[in-house]
């Protein structure tokens, strides 16, 4: 079968053609990659656009006026997702998060939810958000079916948090979303926290502190180089070695089991029964070898790699008028092709890399 084959980076789309090898028919289903990785967890960005400019991920310099956002008719549709997601639900995804750029921006996404809930009801539906819209829509999104939502903070402190959004948006605001949030029933929430040395690293221990007892789970996150826009540079990182051993100098604390094999945060509980926090260490530990995450773009393009320089065009594929039955036999040889591992590659070199954008990609 070929493919229309994108590579879209901060400034430019490139497209051209690639044969993927016929399906192999002896392929068991569901579909395991070259590595052995089943196919269990699907990212899908609802759209390139946000509202903040987070400094680590769209920087205004770049993301600014003159920066090519898709136009309206190239983002998947409502019925494409849904019909997408149903075929990646066969081929063994047990999980869906709709994220982007900023989720909540995308017109209509209750309806989206309403209709993913409704397409694959045994699926975990969640969304990641940066919570500026979340307060207004957290009962419809309860209602429409989502399980649960992931909140980023990445400060308690106003100003700090005001700086790192560029977009100078409060702290409260935020914390009032995560509390309406909860109360809306998507407990327990889960609070990442992207920790880059020097700018909010002084501010972890307060973030254990505040979300400690709550029953929400603060992630602290690695600094990585998705893209090719954030200036990433090894002494940004924080390792979370470093993030776990400065909370137990603060806050006695253990590592718990993973909830299920493959899970990406490492699990610490605090000993006083305050609860637990997560690390989430991609670049001092990758996980490539559990990795069973794909991600379909704003544009429906599929890639297998968060860090990959090249995706599949699902959406040619759908809109050529093919059947569920040929794009399911894509998805199945793509996955099947799989051999992605950038995590256990990463150098000072590849992080210069042309890699396609977070909030395209999805986060
Ligand atoms: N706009 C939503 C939000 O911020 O939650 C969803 C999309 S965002 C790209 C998804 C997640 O990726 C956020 O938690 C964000 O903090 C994280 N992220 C973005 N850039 C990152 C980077 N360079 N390193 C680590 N995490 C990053
Ligand atoms: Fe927007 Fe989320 Fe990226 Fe921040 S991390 S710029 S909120 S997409
Ligand atoms: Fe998965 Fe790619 Fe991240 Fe490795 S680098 S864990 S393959 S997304």
């Given amino acids: 079968m070929t493919f229309r084959i994108i590579s879209r980076t901060d400034d430019r789309t490139d497209t051209k053609t690639l044969?993927?090898?016929?399906?192999?028919?002896?392929?068991?289903?569901?579909?395991?990659?070259?590595?052995?990785r089943g196919l269990h967890d699907l990212r899908i960005s609802v759209t390139d656009r946000c509202n903040f400019r987070c400094t680590y991920c769209m920087p205004r310099s770049v993301f600014n006026e003159?920066?090519?956002?898709?136009?309206?008719?190239e983002l998947l549709t409502f019925e494409e997702i849904v019909r997408l997601a149903k075929i990646f639900r066969?081929?063994?995804?047990?999980?869906?998060?709709?994220?982007?750029?900023?989720?909540?921006?995308?017109?209509?996404?209750?309806?989206?939810?309403?209709?993913?809930?409704?397409?694959?009801?045994?699926?975990?539906?969640?969304?990641?958000?940066?919570?500026s819209a979340l307060k207004a829509k957290a009962?419809?999104?309860?209602?429409?079916?989502?399980?649960?939502?992931?909140?980023?903070?990445?400060s308690l402190d106003d100003a700090t948090f005001r700086a790192m959004n560029d977009a100078d948006f409060p702290v409260q605001r935020v914390l009032d979303a995560i509390?309406?949030?909860a109360a809306a029933g998507l407990a327990p929430l889960k609070i990442n926290m992207v920790v880059r040395r020097g700018i909010n690293d002084g501010h972890i221990i307060d973030m254990a502190r505040y979300f400690r007892g709550s029953g929400n789970i603060v992630r602290f996150i690695e600094f990585m180089d998705v893209g090719a826009t954030n200036g990433w540079?090894?002494?940004?990182?924080?390792?979370?070695?470093?993030?776990?051993?400065?909370?137990?100098e603060v806050f006695p604390c253990a590592p718990l089991n993973p909830n299920y094999a493959g899970e990406v945060a490492k699990r610490w509980r605090y000993l006083?029964?305050?609860?637990?926090?997560?690390?989430?260490?991609?670049?001092?530990?990758?996980?490539?070898g559990a990795c069973t995450r794909a991600r379909l773009s704003t544009d429906g393009t599929l890639y297998t790699c968060l860090f990959a320089q090249k995706g599949y065009s699902l959406k040619s594929l759908l809109r050529s008028g093919i059947d569920d039955t040929e794009i399911s036999e894509a998805v199945q040889s793509i996955w099947h092709h799989r051999a992605d591992n950038y995590s256990e590659l990463r150098t000072a070199e590849t992080a210069k890399q042309k890699k396609v954008e977070m909030s395209y990609i999805g986060g």
């Fill in 139 to 154: 009962h419809a999104l309860k209602a429409a079916g989502l399980n649960r939502v992931t909140v980023s903070l990445d």
């Fill in 233 to 248: 540079k090894m002494d940004d990182v924080v390792p979370s070695a470093e993030i776990a051993r400065r909370i137990s």
């Fill in 272 to 288: 006083d029964g305050a609860g637990e926090f997560g690390l989430i260490s991609s670049v001092t530990e990758a996980f490539c």
């Fill in 19 to 36: 044969a993927i090898p016929a399906l192999d028919r002896s392929i068991s289903s569901p579909v395991l990659d070259t590595r052995r």
């Fill in 179 to 181: 509390h309406t949030a």
């Fill in 66 to 73: 003159a920066y090519p956002f898709l136009p309206h008719d």
């Fill in 90 to 131: 066969a081929h063994g995804v047990e999980k869906i998060r709709l994220t982007g750029g900023e989720p909540l921006l995308r017109h209509g996404i209750e309806k989206l939810v309403a209709m993913l809930s409704a397409a694959v009801p045994d699926a975990e539906l969640t969304l990641t958000t940066n919570g």
